[in-house]
Nanobody, 119 residues
Framework: QVQLVESGGGLVQAGGSLRLSCAAS????????MGWFRQPPGKEREFVAA????????YYADSVKGRFTISRDNAKNTVYLQMNNLKPEDTAVYYC????????????WGQGTQVTVSS
């Protein structure tokens, strides 16, 4: 079992930055691939970024490449999403999620944190 709690969301002007954090419970955090997803208002949830269990591999949606950076600190059981040059279209509820490396789907999800980017 892994429990995930996101924090760091808020209201920011376009061009600004935010850093989201996701704290995980459990002793096996380092075994999990971690991901960030988002759900814009009135739209379906979409992939944002992911990071391998070791942090050696990262993956990004085209819409955030060059602006967002995912990282993790396994000693602190925490994954981060640094978001720079935010745009109004980044407005969404952001979720972190965890899955074992060979699972096809993410098994555990946080409750989400709201990010609002004003123009």
């Amino acid at each position: 079992q892994v429990q995930l709690v996101e924090s760091g969301g808020g209201l920011v002007q376009a061009g600004g930055s935010l850093r989201l954090s996701c704290a995980a419970s459990g002793r096996t955090f380092s075994s999990y691939q971690m991901g960030w997803f988002r759900q814009p208002p009135g739209k379906e949830r979409e992939f944002v970024a992911a990071i391998s269990w070791s942090g050696g591999s990262t993956y990004y949606a085209d819409s955030v490449k060059g602006r967002f950076t995912i990282s993790r600190d396994n000693a602190k059981n925490t994954v981060y999403l640094q978001m720079n040059n935010l745009k109004p279209e980044d407005t969404a509820v952001y979720y972190c999620a965890a899955k074992l490396p060979f699972d096809s789907d993410y098994d555990y999800w946080g409750q989400g944190t709201q990010v609002t980017v004003s123009s």
